[in-house]
T-cell receptor, first 117, second 112 residues
């Protein structure tokens, strides 16, 4: 039990639609990241939010966006869905005391399975 | 991002120790070595991490070579529940505090 919960667990969308995925982090965690995991591959970093501001992004287009809220919840929004967006989307949270140190432990949720048809 | 190299798969017998190797020859002086594992249909799970010295916790041990160019995750007594994909990850010590760069990992199969 990591204390990170995601919703919904599964959903199906049509190409061109928009989707919002939600995550509730552990209380006190000030940093949340989102990852995309295609079938048979390792997770790929989308972006992270630190104290409600985006401060890191992977190689994903602007139609992937997010929000982090003061109550330790966050959202991942994907616009203009494409078939290749079908994947497991993982939320990860941690307490970062020193943003320049990589020693913090990151806790993952179980993910949201998105299928785009 | 610094890279890691792991075997694609390994197999172990239940109740026996498992040594999962990882090579990271381009590691920088302030990179931490992290291990995560991912059980089927679950998100990745933190296992252990270290910087220079060997580390132990309730799940596993991490042995780090003196030159830090390789490390080994040790599961002391493998159980069927340890069957998972194990990822060895170097954490960049930059301003991003939460970014992980996953490779393909090692698929560990445990036989009863």
């Amino acid at each position: 039990e990591t204390g990170v919960t995601q919703s919904p667990t599964h959903l199906i969308k049509t190409r061109g639609q928009q989707v919002t995925l939600r995550c509730s982090s552990q209380s006190g965690h000030n940093t949340v990241s989102w990852y995309q995991q295609a079938l048979g591959q390792g997770p790929q970093f989308i972006f992270q939010y630190y104290r409600e501001e985006e401060n890191g992004r992977g190689n994903f287009p602007p139609r992937f966006s997010g929000l982090q809220f003061p109550n330790y919840s966050s959202e991942l929004n994907v616009n203009a869905l494409e078939l290749d967006d079908s994947a497991l989307y993982l939320c990860a949270s941690s307490l970062v005391i020193n943003p320049r140190s990589s020693g913090n432990t990151i806790y993952f949720g179980e993910g949201s399975w998105l299928t785009v048809v | 991002d610094a890279k890691t190299t792991q075997p694609n798969s390994m197999e172990s017998n239940e109740e026996e120790p498992v040594h999962l190797p990882c090579n990271h020859s381009t590691i920088s002086g302030t990179d931490y070595i992290h291990w995560y594992r991912q059980l089927p249909s679950q998100g990745p799970e933190y296992v252990i991490h270290g910087l220079t010295s060997n580390v132990n916790n309730r799940m596993a041990s991490l042995a780090i070579a003196e030159d830090r160019k390789s490390s080994t995750l040790i599961l002391h007594r493998a159980t069927l529940r340890d069957a998972a994909v194990y990822y060895c990850i170097l954490r960049d010590s930059m301003e991003y505090g939460n970014k992980l760069v996953f490779g393909a990992g090692t698929i560990l199969r445990v036989k009863s």
